[in-house]
Structures are given as C-alpha cells and as structure tokens.
C-alpha cells in the first residue's frame, strides 16, 4: 500500500525557516517524481515544487522560488522542503504527491507563520 | 490567481447528473493533459480522472472526463450524497512551467 507521510509543521515567525519531510513507503520511491502541493486555509490547491527522480529537475512555483529548496534521499524514501524566508501568505496544508498525474496524496502538515 | 476557471459551485438532487468545467488556455488544457481531483470535507485530494477521461483503479465509472480545445469538464452522474466535496482541474502549464491547478468547484447534493 503507498503512503506519504508528511511531518515537520509547526508555528514560525515571519521570516524564519523550516524544513517539511515526507516519508515514502510502498512502492520504489526512487522510480518516482514527486511533488509538494499546499492549500491555505478555506482556499484552493496550489502546486508549489516538483523533483525528479534523480534530482536532475526541479520546478518551482513562482511563489516559492529563491527561498523553497525541494529535495530528496532515495536511500532514505524521504522527500525534503526546506522553507526560508517565510511570510504570512505561505500559512497552508502542505502535502506531498506522488508524479503526474498527482496520483497519492499525503494526509498533509500545517505550517503556520504568524508572530 | 489561478490560470485554469472552474464554476465555484454546482448542485442537483441525488441521482442527477452535474458537470463541472474547466477553462484554461493552449499553454496548459490546449497541449497537456488534464487530471481531475476529488477533496471530501476534511481530507486530502484523491485523484479521480487522469489523462483527461482515464480512471484510476477503484473510481467508479459515474465519474467521466472529457477535454476539448482549451476546455475540460468533469461528469458526475448517478449523484450521491458521498460525492459532496471540492473538485479541481490540473494540469502542466508549459509557459509557467508549473503545475496548475483550477478554482475549485464545489459540488452540493441537495
């Protein structure tokens, strides 16, 4: 059975960091790409990054790009989002995905910033 | 702002048939294929359509995906009350380089 489990949430100030992971099981994590998608709250879905299965890739959403690093540990089945620079407006659900399509979801973490 | 328009909500009593659209532009709908997400009330989006009509394993076939030109619409029919929730287009978006998702339509049972 696939799961995404994301971990790493948590209240930070503005202009702080953190860093989200997620951890792959069931299925050949290193054959896959994998997103990081966010959802702020009452709001719509909004794709944020995406990496490749061996890292060659990345994409950003304009959003996030030059303070999110997406990145990955096949060895570990582990999937990374370090966020800096944090403000206000990147409040939100973040979840991990599988490929696309965006075929398995994680149950998401909450990333509050507010001071 | 989204790039991809969805109708913010649908409705029809139960066994009825609702459609949703998605409108979009030849840098995403018009040359990439078009997925479709299902989010019930306090859950994680689960996709339900990929490559604009297929299904995955276990979504029943009430739900169906269409695409033509720089639009896509999503069918439900059969309605029932477990099919309130929140659906949303995606898609690549060639120009952003980005993954772009839809407004988000929500569907009600009345």
Redesign the interface.
């Known amino acids: 059975e696939v799961q995404l489990v994301e971990s790493g949430g948590a209240l930070v100030q503005p202009g702080g960091s953190l860093r989200l992971s997620c951890a792959a099981s069931g299925f050949t994590f290193s054959s896959y790409n994998m997103?990081w998608?966010r959802q702020a709250p009452g709001k719509?879905?909004?794709?944020v990054s995406?990496i490749s299965s061996s890292s060659s890739t990345k994409?950003?959403?304009?959003s996030v790009k030059g303070r999110f690093t997406i990145s990955r540990d096949n060895a570990e089945n582990s999937l990374y989002l370090q966020m800096n620079s944090l403000r206000a407006e990147d409040t939100a659900v973040y979840?991990c995905?599988r490929e696309?399509?965006?075929?398995?979801?994680?149950?998401?973490t909450l990333v509050t910033v507010s001071s | 702002q989204?790039v991809l328009t969805q109708p913010p909500s649908v409705s029809a009593a139960p066994g009825q048939k609702v459609t949703i659209s998605c409108s979009g532009s030849n840098s995403n709908i018009g040359n990439n294929?078009v997925?479709w997400?299902q989010?019930l009330p306090g859950t994680?989006?689960?996709?339900l359509i990929?490559?604009n009509n297929k299904r995955?394993s276990g979504i029943p076939d009430r739900f169906s995906g269409s695409k033509s030109g720089t639009s896509a619409t999503l069918d439900i029919s059969g309605l029932q009350t477990g099919d309130e929730a929140?659906y949303?287009c995606?898609t690549?978006d060639s120009s952003?380089?980005?993954?772009?998702?839809?407004?988000?339509t929500t569907v009600t049972v009345l």
């Open positions: 997103n998608v719509g879905l909004e794709w995406y994409y950003y959403a304009d979840y995905a696309w399509p965006l075929d398995y979801w994680g149950q998401g | 989204s294929f997925s997400y989010q994680a989006p689960k996709l990929y490559d995955p929140d949303y995606g690549w952003l380089s980005a993954y772009v998702f839809g407004t988000g």
